[in-house]
């Protein structure tokens, strides 16, 4: 009898790379977090490598010298390749090969790696493939007559498996195509928010580092069911529901994009019509893990990259989450927030005080409004009860009183209909 074929994944064995250009720099702990970033995609890592140089070679990244201790350590090790902790120039992509003759790896790809193996919604698709494509389109000059390497990252995912030969034109061909496509996109996109503003409703971001628990905290609050992992980047495509306070006020949440140590350029113009639904919100809810030795650099990024996209001026409600994780009592402070709360998504602590401050927020921009309707003027407390937050409501014998928080632009309006 013959015996079956069994079909093993081999696991690709990596050394992580990096430099760091001064003492006391942030080197040690990017490589950690690319470590995980290559677990997150499917790879093991075997050993870590930080050269120490005033700057990055512009030839080879490390020197010479490095890549030939290099050399020794992937057959020491096992390894397949290497994954550099900084987007590699098409020169220092082509000499490390030449050097090391295995699989070389930057930080960019393992992220578009992640994110063309996350994507499930057309418009994450679109803007994973937009990404890959223009950072294989600047780097087919340092890659040679090797073209068959596009579709070498972790896994090989993406359009390079599509069409190995994949030259210039055939590229910039699928690019306009993507432009097009993703144009649609912004489009709907701008058709929603122009829906919602019609409609006065809040809308808030929620921001953060990545794994910071911005989908629990979402599921917590509007049982939206988006996939939870202690990992990177575990969602990629956004999600906004709606969530109805306790005073009848509702808001709507939207989960962005999580932010992460050199967000890769590529991404940021991909993802640009995503990230910014935080450029149109009304107001951010920014999710810190502060559980997280990094947690201060961290909302450094997050705001670096809130600004980079033209996002300022907003109210910021941050969030230090993961309480449940905090061992002792620590002063955490966030002095770019308008407001600052402790919380634990996973748990529920903290949730009601969130909720109170977002009711808080919403009544800024209402106007207090207290009267009689007459009966035939009735049709205006569903308005008020959609729109605003109707706090006392009772029918009397010349009409119905109100006591309730409205818009500003509703205020004249309904004050001028009643008769008291």
Do not use: W
Not at 137 to 157: A, D, P, V
Not at 239 to 261: A, C, H, M, P, Y
Not at 353 to 381: A, T
Not at 385 to 411: C, H, S, T, W
Request: glycine fraction near 8%; include cysteine; aromatic fraction near 6%.
């Amino acid at each position: 009898m013959t015996e079956p074929f069994v079909i093993e994944e081999i696991q690709e064995k990596v050394i992580l790379v990096g430099v760091s250009t001064q003492d006391g720099d942030d080197a040690q702990d990017s490589l950690a977090e690319l470590g995980e970033l290559v677990e997150t995609a499917g790879a093991k890592v075997v050993g870590i490598e930080i050269q120490s140089r005033e700057n990055i070679h512009s030839g080879t990244y490390v020197g010479t010298g490095k890549l030939q201790e290099i050399q020794e350590k992937l057959s020491e090790l096992g390894a397949t390749g290497i994954v550099c902790d900084d987007e590699l120039s098409p020169a220092q992509l082509r000499n490390i090969e030449q050097v090391l003759n295995c699989k070389v790896m930057d930080r960019t790809l393992v992220i578009l790696d992640i994110f063309a193996a996350r994507a499930s919604t057309s418009e994450g698709k679109i803007q994973v493939e937009l990404a890959q494509l223009r950072y294989r389109l600047s780097r087919l000059t340092g890659l040679g007559i090797s073209l068959s390497r596009l579709g070498g990252g972790i896994g090989t995912r993406g359009p390079g498996e599509k069409k190995l030969e994949m030259d210039r034109r055939l590229i910039k061909t699928r690019l306009s195509q993507l432009k097009r496509e993703l144009g649609e996109v912004r489009q709907h996109r701008e058709i929603t928010r122009a829906h919602r503003s019609r409609n006065r409703t809040k809308v808030a971001a929620i921001v953060g580092y990545t794994n910071a628990g911005k989908s629990t905290l979402l599921n917590r609050l509007t049982h939206a069911n988006v996939l939870e992992e202690d990992k990177l980047f575990a969602t990629l495509d956004p999600t906004t529901r709606n969530l109805k306070l306790d005073s009848g006020q509702e808001i709507l949440l939207t989960d962005t994009v999580g932010f992460i140590r050199k967000l890769p350029h590529h991404l940021i113009e991909a993802f640009r019509s995503t990230l910014e639904e935080a450029k149109y919100a009304d107001f951010i809810i920014h999710v810190v893990d502060s559980s997280s030795p990094q947690r201060e650099k961290q909302m450094h990024i997050v705001y670096e990259t809130l600004q980079n996209l033209g996002i300022s001026g907003k109210k910021i409600i941050t969030l230090f989450n993961k309480q449940d994780k905090v061992g002792q009592m620590e002063f955490l402070k966030d002095f770019r927030a308008d407001k600052t709360l402790k919380i634990s998504a996973a748990t529920g602590d903290g949730i009601d005080e969130l909720k109170s401050v977002l009711e808080e927020i919403l009544r800024e921009d209402k106007q207090f409004l207290e009267g009689v309707f007459s009966y035939d003027q009735g049709g205006k407390i569903p308005a008020i009860r959609k729109y605003g937050e109707l706090l006392e409501e009772d029918y009397q014998e010349n009409g119905i009183y109100i006591r309730a928080f409205v818009p500003a632009e509703m205020y004249q309006n309904l004050k001028g209909n009643m008769i008291s």
